[in-house]
């Protein structure tokens, strides 16, 4: 049985901070920078010539830090050259081909089994507080824990301890797409710098076991140890910490459009994740760079120019078409298929490990910045009414 749309679910888009137009969800500084396209047919194109509209600044911070900040990261020597997201032509090609047999459908089919397991076993670790009614923070107990997990067992890349994890993760997000002032950039750029340190061992002991992780297989594909960094630093921040923020837009969509009960039901928990895609996907956009004037649709494109592309939130106008939440083209996001299981998965699980579910607490604070979004937090607490545990 499909959830239906309701009038309630259609207020997720409104209270995400990326709908509507993204001029008025942007701090003047960001919209002096970047130039909004917002049609999904001049978005498509635009993914379709990345030899004109490249993706050279998908890593580059979305505004100039301050000389304190760059001091701290060159004190580490911190760089990040392109590879995959950022990069293009051959080489992009090379790195997506080995990249791409980590994720591989049937890798990631062969992952539902321990994503329901381990929803399981979370939810026996705080058993005692579901039962007694203690308010719960689903962000916090299944978003930030299962996805780390996953790309673990599919990598074979080492991964920090979960709490450093979601502190590297969530200050690099805000240092390279947020709009932080001075003090604040350089708290981020020495949260960075640790984890471009731990990042520089790990990939060095990865690629010195030469067993079957991602890094060793790059290495031996040709890639050198700064970009196999590079990509380790996208996929930490990207490839587990977006996922487990749809987990969590997911989750509240869930409960606060009194849908929790209807999820136990794959086919339900499915259509929801595929409306939050559409609606309030945790990437809502990309950038992407002008290489040399040109023209499209009618409309001039300036060489250096600047672009923002929406991808979620009503811009396609249909609310249930998420045909563009994972990009478009070649660069088109190669988690895509495991992103939307990993969510479906563990809300249903959550929907049927822990029935009798309700939103508690005030509405929660975003995380909003140029390209990302989600509620930081879900809390939850069992119904009034009680449910037998």
Not at 223 to 251: K, V
Request: glycine residues 6%; hydrophobic residues 45%.
């Amino acid at each position: 049985m499909s959830c239906p749309m309701t009038a309630r679910h259609a207020t997720l888009a409104e209270r995400a901070p990326l709908d509507g137009p993204l001029p008025a969800a942007y701090p003047e500084e960001i919209n002096r920078r970047y130039r909004s396209i917002e049609d999904p047919d001049l978005v498509r194109r635009i993914l379709l010539r990345p030899e004109d509209f490249t993706p050279e600044n998908a890593l580059d911070t979305a505004i100039d830090l301050e000389p304190a900040a760059l001091r701290i990261l060159a004190a580490q020597r911190f760089s990040l050259p392109p590879v995959l997201a950022s990069a293009g032509g051959a080489e992009h090609l090379n790195v997506r081909r080995v990249v791409a047999r980590f994720s591989s459908p049937a890798k990631v089919a062969a992952q539902a089994g321990p994503i329901r397991e381990r929803v399981q076993g979370i939810r026996a670790e705080f058993a005692e507080q579901y039962r007694s009614g203690e308010r719960i923070d689903l962000a916090h107990h299944l978003a930030a824990v299962i996805p780390p997990e996953v790309m673990h067992r599919l990598t074979g890349v080492p991964i920090p301890p979960v709490a450093e994890l979601k502190r590297w993760s969530r200050d690099s997000l805000e240092l390279f797409w947020g709009w932080p002032d001075a003090q604040r950039q350089k708290e981020l750029a020495a949260s960075a710098a640790q984890f471009h340190a731990w990042l520089d061992t790990s990939v060095a002991e990865a690629v010195a076991r030469d067993d079957s992780n991602l890094y060793a297989a790059l290495h031996h594909s040709g890639l050198d140890p700064a970009r196999i960094r590079s990509l380790g630093y996208f996929l930490m921040i990207a490839g587990q910490e977006t996922t487990a923020m749809l987990i969590q837009t997911a989750l509240r969509t869930a409960l606060h459009e009194r849908r929790w009960a209807r999820c136990t039901e794959k086919e339900s928990a499915a259509d929801l994740v595929g409306q939050v895609l559409a609606q309030a996907s945790s990437v809502p956009t990309w950038r992407r760079s002008v290489a040399a004037d040109t023209e499209l649709d009618g409309e001039h494109f300036a060489q250096g120019e600047q672009l923002v592309l929406k991808l979620s939130g009503g811009v396609l106008g249909e609310e249930n078409d998420d045909s563009l939440a994972f990009g478009f083209g070649i660069h088109r996001c190669l988690g895509a298929g495991l992103a939307r299981m990993e969510t479906e998965v563990v809300l249903n699980a959550a929907a049927r490990a822990l029935p009798g579910l309700e939103p508690a607490g005030a509405e929660p604070d975003w995380m909003h910045l140029l390209s990302f979004q989600a509620p930081r937090t879900v809390w939850t607490s069992l119904a009034a009414a009680g449910v037998a545990a």
